[in-house]
């Protein structure tokens, strides 16, 4: 029994057991319905999965495309991207014209230079490496650090600086160097990244007296140039004064370049053949009135003036004169001195700061060209304008004469003579310097009414004074010519007959240049033409082709009777042969001219002028001679032309 009653216990538990089976079995399937068995992640998971490989193959294709647009669409642009971090364009530096005289002899040529030079864009990029070179350089060169680094990167803003160091332009850090030196300079910069010696060319003028101031000089960019001039290259020069900036268009050849390959560090290692290289264009030349030797001639007579008149005056600060001479017909200038004048030659390369500051320091101002800037009252020259207005205004007539005393007073003023030169006429009157006759023509005197001021001012503007000349050098002054007007609004006074006596004479506030002056002679001479200087002849190209020969510039003509220039010249020629300057009289050849001692600060010194055409009879070259401060035209004046006239028609002959 107990048996059996512990098998229906054990029996009743199994199947208890069974349904307890059944029972989970069937709580079991029913989850497996709802979640299927291995499934972890829940719907946003698999959203985010499908999002994350949704955004690779969006990326995968924009760098597919992008892939096809560098190397297809814009593969041609890359490549030459690719080429310009290895491909450098090198200016070749053109030849600029050269400068002869009349005769082809050079005034101003080129001649082979060295430059320690810099490629900016192929320096390091990082500070410390480049300017570990801006060292090295200075250690070879003699510059500073602050120097090289200003001259490759400027001082402006950093923006700039990046600019300029990106550049592809050559920098020059230092011109001059000889061919030996250049030699062991490119020693020594072996492996600098973008440093090396250029191979240039630098200007050479002919020392000659009063040159320097007709030729000028050339100079590097001023800051205006490189903004203003976008044809230029910064290793460029350009003319700066006189001829050489006057005729830049012309001079100025036209760079050529070539295509250079650079390896990683800046280094040159071939010249590549390329269509878009270039060849250089020389410069035109051109070739002027000017004759060297009667430039030479010229400047001996007018320093032995100069020292004339030291000793005459006893006045150790003379130092400064003009001497001209041109062709009455053309207006060519076959001679011009200036003095004290400058080396040019300081110019050519990098002048140095000693040079400079000795040039702008000194008193005697030798960079000023006194010939055609220099104002100064004229004298006595004057009077042969004054002569013509007086004969074709009908206020003296060529028959017309009276007996002149040796002053004019009026009220307490007095107007005196240099001497008492009795009964005159406008011939005689020229030639003794009468001022009582020419105070006469201007202001009027007893019966003869005078010029006036109007009149007066009319003459000096129809015979070029109170203007430019026209002279084809920069710079030129217009002199000044006083009137009424300009006294009561510059010194609120009136304009009294004191001062129509003055500037009658060449005195008073009346001012020109030598070259104006020489421009009225010339007219007188020429039969009433007033024609403008010009140095430059013509212009050809470097295998002598005449490109453009330059005219006779008239500015204006038939503005005075040929009867009155007549009376004019042969009062002119009195002045040679019984006048105050017969010591040109033994000449082999006629000459009329006219003397001109003219007063300044206070009526202290005198400037002494000269001014002459040759021969009398067929007039070929006017000449015009003046010494700052020099004492009487006649004494030292005069000679000078003498000695230059004498020259010309010995050369000629």
Same mark, same amino acid.
Request: no cysteine.
């Given at each position: 029994m107990d048996i059996f009653g512990n098998f229906s216990k054990l029996k009743g538990d199994n199947d208890k057991r069974k349904v307890f089976r059944k029972k989970e079995l069937d709580f079991s399937y029913s989850d497996l319905t709802l979640e299927p068995v291995g499934k972890i992640e829940s719907k946003e998971s698999v959203r985010s999965i499908f999002m994350i490989k949704a955004l690779i193959i969006f990326l995968f294709c924009i760098v597919v495309l992008r892939l096809f647009d560098l190397q297809v669409v814009e593969g041609d642009m890359n490549q030459s991207l690719a080429e310009g971090n290895r491909i450098r364009p090198r200016i070749i530096e053109a030849n600029r014209g050269l400068i002869t005289d009349k005769d082809g002899y050079w005034l101003a040529r080129n001649k082979p230079d060295f430059a320690l030079s810099v490629y900016p864009s192929d320096l390091p990029r990082k500070k410390n490496e480049r300017e570990e070179i801006y060292s090295k350089i200075a250690a070879v060169s003699h510059l500073s650090v602050d120097e090289i680094m200003t001259t490759i990167q400027g001082n402006g803003s950093l923006a700039d600086q990046h600019a300029k160091l990106s550049s592809l332009d050559m920098v020059i850090l230092k011109d001059n160097i000889s061919h030996d030196d250049?030699?062991?300079? +490119? $020693? $020594?910069?072996?492996?600098?990244?973008?440093?090396?010696?250029?191979?240039?060319?630098? /200007?050479?003028?002919?020392?000659?007296?009063?040159?320097?101031?007709?030729i000028g000089y050339t100079s590097k960019l001023s800051p205006d140039d490189m903004k203003n001039k976008k044809e230029y290259n910064p290793s460029d020069r350009i003319g700066k004064t006189g001829l050489e900036f006057q005729y830049e268009e012309n001079l100025k050849g036209i760079n050529g370049v070539e295509q250079i390959e650079v390896n990683s560090r800046g280094l040159i290692t071939r010249v590549i053949v390329d269509n878009q290289n270039t060849e250089p264009v020389p410069g035109e030349n051109i070739s002027l009135y000017l004759n060297k030797e009667m430039q030479t001639r010229s400047a001996a007579a007018l320093l032995n003036g100069i020292e004339s008149a030291k000793q005459l005056t006893g006045d150790d600060t003379v130092n400064s004169g003009v001497a001209i001479l041109m062709d009455v017909h053309t207006g060519g200038i076959i001679a011009s001195v200036s003095l004290p004048d400058f080396d040019n030659n300081l110019f050519a390369t990098t002048i140095s700061s000693n040079d400079y500051k000795r040039l702008i320091e000194d008193k005697t101002n030798p960079m000023f060209d006194r010939s055609i800037k220099g104002n100064y009252p004229p004298g006595s020259i004057s009077k042969i304008v004054l002569a013509a207005a007086g004969l074709a205004e009908g206020v003296i007539s060529t028959n017309f004469s009276f007996d002149t005393p040796s002053a004019i007073t009026i009220g307490d003023y007095s107007f005196p003579d240099w001497k008492d030169h009795g009964v005159s006429d406008i011939k005689t009157a020229i030639a003794e310097s009468n001022n009582i006759f020419f105070y006469m023509i201007g202001g009027g005197f007893e019966k003869v009414s005078g010029l006036g001021m109007t009149k007066i001012e009319k003459w000096w503007r129809l015979f070029g004074l109170g203007e430019?000349?026209?002279?084809?050098?920069p710079g030129?002054?217009?002199?000044?010519?006083?009137?009424?007007? @300009?006294?009561? $609004? =510059?010194? *609120? +006074?009136? @304009?009294?007959?004191?001062? =129509?006596?003055?500037?009658?004479?060449?005195?008073?506030?009346?001012?020109? %240049?030598?070259?104006?002056?020489? /421009?009225? =002679?010339?007219?007188?001479? *020429?039969?009433?033409?007033?024609?403008?200087?010009?140095?430059?002849?013509?212009? %050809?190209?470097?295998?002598? *082709?005449?490109?453009?020969e330059f005219s006779t510039r008239i500015e204006r003509e038939n503005f005075v009777p040929n009867s009155v220039l007549e009376t004019v010249? $042969?009062?002119? /020629?009195?002045?040679? #042969?019984?006048?105050s300057a017969r010591n040109l009289d033994d000449l082999p050849f006629t000459v009329a001219g006219k003397t001109g001692t003219a007063q300044f600060l206070n009526n202290q010194? #005198?400037?002494? @002028?000269?001014?002459?055409?040759?021969?009398?009879?067929?007039? +070929?070259?006017?000449?015009i001679t003046f010494i700052d401060g020099g004492g009487g035209g006649h004494e030292i004046a005069a000679p000078i032309a003498k000695e230059i006239l004498s020259a010309y028609f010995s050369l000629k002959n």
């Open positions: 250049a030699l062991l300079l +490119e $020693e $020594e910069i072996v492996g600098l990244s973008g440093v090396f010696v250029s191979k240039q060319s630098m /200007r050479e003028y002919l020392t000659l007296p009063g040159l320097s101031h007709i430019k000349t026209g002279v084809d050098l030129e002054s217009d002199g000044f010519l006083p009137t009424p007007g @300009w006294k009561k $609004e =510059t010194r *609120n +006074e009136p @304009w009294y007959i004191g001062d =129509t006596y003055h500037v009658s004479i060449g005195q008073g506030d009346l001012l020109v %240049t030598p070259m104006q002056m020489l /421009r009225a =002679t010339a007219a007188i001479a *020429n039969g009433g033409k007033l024609v403008s200087p010009q140095f430059v002849s013509k212009v %050809t190209d470097d295998k002598g *082709n005449v490109l453009k010249r $042969e009062g002119m /020629r009195s002045t040679i #042969t019984d006048g010194k #005198t400037h002494a @002028w000269f001014t002459a055409f040759a021969p009398y009879e067929d007039p +070929e070259v006017a000449v």
